[in-house]
């Protein structure tokens, strides 16, 4: 399959095959230019849905994985405890940059897909805080019958531990006032 890739794309044409490709690709040195036109070639292989799109989609990942697992380490902070979400995160991101990627535009195709990678994570990320910040979980069904006001219950009553108290609130729910007077009246309201 790379012996057909290669007669296509010029790039890939002095490499006897993959491994070479891919030692090339991974080595420090070179001249980058040639890395990305190696790059370019292979993402527009990809993108072209032709028999060799698959090959190329795992060049590709193969030729940047260095790059990918640097992504990987600094966005572990964030996932801690959920490893396998991040690899889920920054898989899904790293194949649509491939195939999204808009070689027209771009000067570094294995930057800008690290970069776009390493963005596109963070700013998922950042959606899903903001999300949890709003999102407010629904107290547990205990099986009652809504129908009874006793068992449905006042969430005023419920026991609340520490951490979910809000700060300056009492457990009844009310804030602190200055005048005795008013939180008497304030708890007869209850």
Do not use: C
């Amino acid at each position: 399959m790379f012996e057909e890739m290669k007669k296509h794309r010029r790039p890939l044409r002095r490499f006897d095959d993959a491994g070479a490709l891919l030692a090339y690709l991974n080595h420090a040195g070179g001249d980058l230019d040639e890395k990305d036109a190696i790059y370019g070639s292979l993402v527009q292989a990809a993108q072209s849905r032709g028999d060799d799109a698959e090959l190329a989609v795992a060049l590709v990942w193969l030729g940047l994985w260095p790059a990918l697992d640097g992504v990987y380490r600094r966005r572990q902070r964030d996932f801690f405890g959920e490893p396998e979400r991040l690899v889920s995160e920054v898989g899904a991101r790293f194949t649509a940059a491939i195939h999204d990627a808009d070689l027209s535009r771009v000067r570094r195709v294995a930057a800008t897909l690290v970069r776009n990678v390493d963005r596109d994570v963070r700013e998922a990320l950042k959606r899903q805080w903001a999300e949890d910040k709003v999102r407010v979980p629904l107290p547990e069904d205990r099986g009652d019958d809504p129908d009874d006001d006793e068992a449905a219950g006042d969430l005023r009553r419920s026991p609340v531990t520490r951490l979910l108290q809000t700060p300056g609130v009492s457990k009844l729910g009310q804030p602190p006032r200055l005048d005795p007077d008013a939180d008497v009246e304030a708890l007869r309201d209850l």
